[in-house]
């Protein structure tokens, strides 16, 4: 088979156009499943969280709420209007501190507590996530906001 | 006095940038000579001065002079002096005087080493280097001056961040920069190209060295990094997806792009627009680098102070940097010719794949780093992009690359047939397939991804290997670039092979345990022996003695560590690594447990291959670091050389 220098430079053209548009494809497909949301206790509560979903859950970790049972762990995730549970086994980061910010990544079981694959740690002692903050806004604007309403 | 000393040199130093970015370049335009022969000395002097202001810098440190406001905020009297160096480069300013000092000394080290090069090519190259440098002297003047005093001065600083206090990190900063600011000289010949209106593979063979050096830096600066991360941060892993890290691995997947499209343009004279765009984008890359992770957009380790100022300005250069040179390249790319034909089955087609599947990579790493930036910013809700997508999307890109990689080293340029090919592999492609087939069994346990894993990896050690062993058979003086490259492959392979095992074969236990209890992960058990308290320079600790066992035979004590640092009030943990051959046990210290007897969580891991990867990473380096010392780079008649190769090339098309 020979191909004239037009054939050739045709087809690889062809080739790599063919070759970019299914990896393109490959990779928004795999991105679009794989993108996971952040939500705050409230907006749990109020049942915007995905069932079956991996999420994201910020606030505070509730005063005297770490219980530990072994390496299994619970403690309460609050952004001061609502709470929920979070259950993790294994070695909380160095950071976990109740009274501090935390982030945690994991799905709901059917009590709506959350099953926590991951806790977030983070490096500096002053340093509160963004997640954790944006939830404590949230709920201090809702309070703010039923205040003015009477 | 030495601060202002330091501050002095430092405004001077940005005055000789400006002088650098405007008179050579000026004087290319109007063929000035004596213009562009202030190129080399102003560099030279540049560097000095930046050199001197870093120096100043370090006797504030070193000194413990609290009057200045960055040493305040980043030492303290108790701190190992070594670390009161290292600080230097411990915040947001410093570090930017780090890059500085780099790229005055990648400026100076051109302004030496192109004796070969004509003067007009020096004075653009230097020229684009000085406008580079103008852009991050102003921005460390008007946004982080390391030098600003204050007052009233207090008795003590505030520590580094014990992090921080490694030697791991002592090197990881400067590694790194070396390697983001390399990119800056790529993209300076690149640009110099541009603008003299020549591209030709006289300029990717001056360009090569540069890139591969600074290639081979960026591969060490990461590496480091992983390895940091994989001890320090105590819990086992070694590439997270961070933003951080995939702010280095951009640009790093962009320059590997880059030295093998480079290798195209200076043998054939082809891809020459592409290359051009890649070396463009590399040092963009660096920036963007640069602004996420000094912008304080992402919060890490990394990220120091948050001032919205900063980011803006780095943001506004990024802009500036690629906007001028893409209106450069559209303005010039029509003159650039095409080079010589290319066979569907060639050398260069799997350059070109490889290109591709690296840009594409970059492309996915990029998407999913900046995505939830870019909708926080807008206000549309947070979210994230997990490994789970970074793993999902690289693994299918990377597998075939290493593919390629093999029939890519033995294709002939122009033209290559398939079957003598499959002569020269057949024997490799037979062996990594028992070995890919064989190995997991004796490993552990088979599965499919760990078959493919062992099959890369050994497909392309063995491809190297073959490789080296027939070109040993066949006369004449083998080159720095074969065997710098043959590393570099073996490198990557013994790489992926660390992966692969480490992936497959790791073991993670997290357990609870009290004094004389054991945890077994066969073949090896872990015994708690004893709980001490240990003093440090600047900390206090728990240190536990954890017996390892193998076959009932004790042959090691670790001690991990769980540190409190005097200045703050976060705890650290450090790990206690056993390395060996075929992989790492590894043991760091949680926290005290309630219960009747004392008793700790811990993580108790078994890591084979870990060590496989830094071996491989360092390979790596090392091949780069062999092919840029190529002794035909170094020729100084390399102007003859190229006609005479010119001809050859001619003559041959």
Redesign the interface.
């Known amino acids: 088979m020979s ?1 004239s ?1 037009r054939q ?1 430079r045709f ?2 053209i062809a080739g ?1 156009i063919l ?2 548009s299914a ?2 494809a ?2 928004l497909n ?2 679009q499943s ?5 939500f705050t206790p409230t907006q749990i509560l109020n049942g915007e969280a995905p069932i079956d979903k991996t999420f ?1 859950i910020g606030g505070m970790v509730k005063a005297e709420s770490l219980k ?1 049972d ?2 299994e762990v619970s403690f309460v995730v609050t952004d001061t209007a609502k709470d929920i549970t979070v259950r993790y ?4 980061p ?2 976990f501190k109740e009274g501090k910010g935390v982030v945690a ?1 994991g799905k709901l079981n059917g009590q709506g507590e959350m099953m926590a694959a991951e806790v977030l ?5 002053n ?1 509160m ?3 954790a903050q ?1 939830a404590l806004d949230k709920a201090a604007q809702a309070r703010a906001a039923q205040s003015v309403k009477p | 006095m030495i601060p202002e000393l330091g501050q002095f040199s430092l405004v001077l130093a940005a005055v000789l940038s400006l002088v650098l970015g405007v008179f050579p370049l000026w004087g290319t335009f109007n063929h000035n000579t004596s213009w562009q022969a202030l190129a080399r000395p102003t560099a030279l002097l540049q560097f000095v001065l930046v050199a001197l202001s870093f120096a100043c810098l370090a006797y504030a440190f070193l000194t413990n002079d609290f009057s200045v406001k960055y040493v305040a905020e980043h030492s303290n009297t108790m701190l190992p002096k070594a670390y009161q160096f290292s600080a230097v480069w411990g915040g947001h300013e410093g570090s930017l005087l780090l890059w500085m000092l780099m790229l005055t000394g990648w400026t100076a080290a051109v302004a030496l080493f192109s004796q070969s090069l004509p003067l007009a090519m020096v004075a653009r190259v230097l020229g684009v280097l000085g406008l580079v440098g103008i852009g991050f002297m102003l921005f460390i003047l008007l946004t982080s001056n390391p030098f600003d005093r204050l007052f009233p001065i207090p008795p003590d600083g505030r520590d580094l961040n014990p992090l921080l206090q490694d030697p791991g990190l002592v090197i990881h900063p400067p590694m790194l920069y070396m390697g983001y600011v390399g990119m800056s000289v790529a993209f300076a010949f690149a640009i110099a190209a541009l603008l003299s209106g020549r591209l030709d593979a006289a300029w990717a063979r001056w360009s090569r060295p540069w890139t591969v050096i600074a290639w081979a830096f960026l591969t060490f600066g990461i590496g480091l990094g992983s390895w940091w991360a994989y001890y320090e941060l105590g819990w086992g892993g070694w590439w997270f997806w961070d933003p951080v890290e995939n702010a280095s691995l951009m640009p790093w997947l962009v320059s590997t792009a880059l030295i093998h499209s480079l290798m195209v343009t200076e043998k054939r004279g082809s891809f020459k627009a592409w290359t051009v765009l890649l070396a463009i984008a590399a040092f963009s890359l660096s920036l963007l680098g640069t602004f996420l992770v000094r912008s304080g957009v992402l919060t890490s380790v990394h990220a120091f102070a948050t001032d919205p100022t900063r980011g803006v300005f780095i943001l506004i250069f990024l802009a500036i940097v690629i906007g001028v040179s893409l209106a450069l390249f559209a303005w010039r790319a029509p003159e650039v010719t095409l080079g010589g034909s290319m066979g569907v089955v060639s050398r260069e087609s799997f350059m070109l794949l490889n290109s591709v599947l690296l840009v594409v990579a970059t492309g996915a790493v990029l998407l999913g780093t900046l995505y939830p930036l870019i909708i926080d910013a807008l206000n549309m809700g947070k979210l994230s992009v997990g490994p789970p997508y970074f793993n999902l999307v690289f693994a299918p890109l990377m597998v075939p690359l290493l593919f390629i990689l093999v029939p890519g080293t033995v294709a002939h340029w122009r033209e290559a047939k398939l079957a003598d090919m499959w002569m020269q592999l057949r024997w490799v492609a037979l062996a990594s397939l028992v070995l890919a087939i064989g190995l997991p069994f004796v490993w552990g346990s088979w599965s499919a991804g760990t078959a493919l894993g062992i099959f890369l990896g050994m497909w392309v050690a063995l491809g190297s290997l073959n490789n080296a062993i027939e070109r040993l058979r066949k006369p004449g003086r083998i080159g720095g670039s074969f065997w710098g490259q043959h590393l570099a492959h073996f490198g990557l392979a013994v790489v992926v092979l660390g992966i692969t095992g480490v992936k497959s074969f790791e073991v993670e236990r997290d357990v609870r345990m009290g004094l004389g209890d054991t945890v077994t992960i066969a073949p090896y058990t872990f015994r708690l022996v004893d709980m001490v308290d240990v003093n440090g320079p600047n900390y206090k600790a728990m240190q536990a003695h954890v017996e390892v066992a193998k076959n009932d035979q004790v042959f090691d004590v670790l001690y991990p560590e769980k540190r409190r640092y005097f200045s703050s009030a976060m705890p650290m943990t450090e790990a206690a690594i056993r390395s060996g051959f075929w992989g790492d046990l590894y043991v760091s210290l949680g926290d005290p447990l309630p219960g009747d007897k004392p008793s700790w969580s811990m993580r108790v891991y078994h890591k084979p291959f870990v060590p496989w990867l830094w071996t491989g990473v360092l390979l790596m380096v090392l091949g780069g670091m062999v092919a840029a010392m190529d002794r035909r780079y170094r020729k100084r008649n390399v102007a003859a050389q190229l006609k005479t190769a010119g001809e050859s090339l001619s003559s041959a098309a």
């Open positions: 191909w220098p050739k087809g690889l790599g070759v970019l990896a393109a490959f990779v795999a991105f794989n993108l996971v949301f952040f994201r530990r072994g390496t086994t294994g070695l909380l160095d950071l990544q740690a983070k490096h500096d002692e340093y996530p963004p997640e944006h």
